[in-house]
């Protein structure tokens, strides 16, 4: 009877609250340790030494960040973005480029590693640059000293970022562990292994979970080179503008080349060209070729409203050499 069931002891009503009106809402969980003390939710980790609670909830299924570098242009990479949504649908995902050259491992690392380095720790970031798909190299999670995660084909694409992050602790993938029989194309481990796993790392799985720990492929980005007054640099890549970047920090530049508004030399083989060191595009009148700091930090060759990949006909990964100009050069 309604008499009786109001006699037994319930929860209070919300503040607010009338008899009669809705019910309450379910008693909270009793306290799990010491009388009167809310129970606080588990933090995930794993034994990773690094590990740090504040790190953890970066990385947390509520809100996960998952940056995208690739070689496979949008409409692949639209249906990766497709599963790993499917997966988690939470995520935070972000485009870094869809439009790496080509197979091109040095410029995907490149790219990766000064570009992904910017997110915040515990973000995981897949990069498929991957002229080895459906062979038997390994698919690797490659867990960073601070939470971060990357995953990608073990071709050395994944390092440069790894070690800059610091400590990185490499596993290889096992397929069915993560998609269990279903099929995986031969073709687009992106769409069907890569992006299922980042969806599967972004709600809480641990990569020793997904994987067994391995010795991924050493991989560097080229060193320059330089001397007294002269520098031997590699191109690391070519932006949507046709500016030309090399591995040379642009302060290492101005001390041994020299300071804005003098002359540089780009030779490449027997061709010198006669360069400005600017500090500013604006700085270049059309046509002019000069040397600035690229938004990466490093030494960048470009044309006042031109292409200098085209004009120069310098290819990704070639070799040029910097140096002082004493007088006008020309081809």
């Known amino acids: 009877m309604p008499e009786k069931r109001a006699a037994v002891e319930?929860?209070?009503?919300?503040?607010?609250?009338?008899?009669g009106g809705d019910p309450p809402p379910p008693p909270p969980p009793p306290p799990s340790k010491g009388k009167g003390a809310a129970a606080l939710p588990p933090v995930p980790s794993h034994d990773h030494p690094h590990t740090h609670p504040e790190i953890a909830s970066l990385g947390s299924p509520a809100a996960p960040i998952i940056t995208l570098t690739t070689d496979i242009g949008w409409a692949y990479a639209a249906q990766m973005k497709g599963v790993l949504l499917r997966g988690s649908p939470s995520a935070r995902i972000v485009d870094i480029t869809?439009?790496?050259?080509?197979?091109?491992?040095?410029?995907?690392?490149?790219?990766?590693?000064?570009?992904?380095?910017?997110?915040?720790?515990?973000?995981i970031h897949v990069c498929v640059v991957d002229p080895g798909v459906g062979s038997a190299r390994k698919a690797l999670i490659v867990r960073s000293r601070d939470g971060s995660l990357m995953v990608g084909p073990d071709n050395g694409v994944l390092m440069p970022l790894a070690r800059y992050l610091g400590d990185p602790e490499a596993f290889q993938i096992q397929r069915e562990r993560v998609v269990g029989r279903g099929a995986v194309s031969a073709t687009f481990e992106g769409r069907d292994l890569f992006a299922p796993t980042a969806a599967l790392l972004s709600m809480g799985h641990p990569p020793e979970e997904l994987g067994t720990p391995t010795k991924p492929l050493s991989f560097q980005l080229p060193q320059?080179?330089?001397?007294?007054?002269?520098?031997?640099?590699?191109?690391?890549?070519?932006?949507?503008?046709?500016?030309v970047i090399t591995n040379l920090p642009f302060d290492e530049f101005v001390d041994k080349i020299g300071p804005f508004g003098t002359h540089a030399l780009v030779q490449e083989g027997a061709r010198q060209l006669r360069a400005t060191v600017a500090r500013t595009y604006g700085d270049l009148a059309e046509g002019c070729l000069g040397i600035l700091g690229s938004s990466f930090g490093l030494a960048e060759i470009a044309i006042g409203h031109g292409r200098a990949d085209q004009v120069l006909s310098i290819r990704l990964g070639a070799r040029l050499h910097l140096k002082p100009s004493e007088q006008d050069w020309r081809e």
Do not use: M
Request: net charge negative; no cysteine.
């Open 10 to 19: 319930a929860p209070p009503l919300p503040k607010g609250l009338v008899q």
């Open 98 to 123: 869809h439009a790496v050259s080509n197979h091109s491992v040095l410029e995907g690392a490149f790219l990766l590693r000064y570009s992904a380095a910017q997110f915040p720790p515990g973000s």
């Open 224 to 243: 320059p080179h330089s001397g007294p007054g002269s520098a031997e640099v590699s191109v690391l890549h070519i932006d949507t503008f046709g500016n």
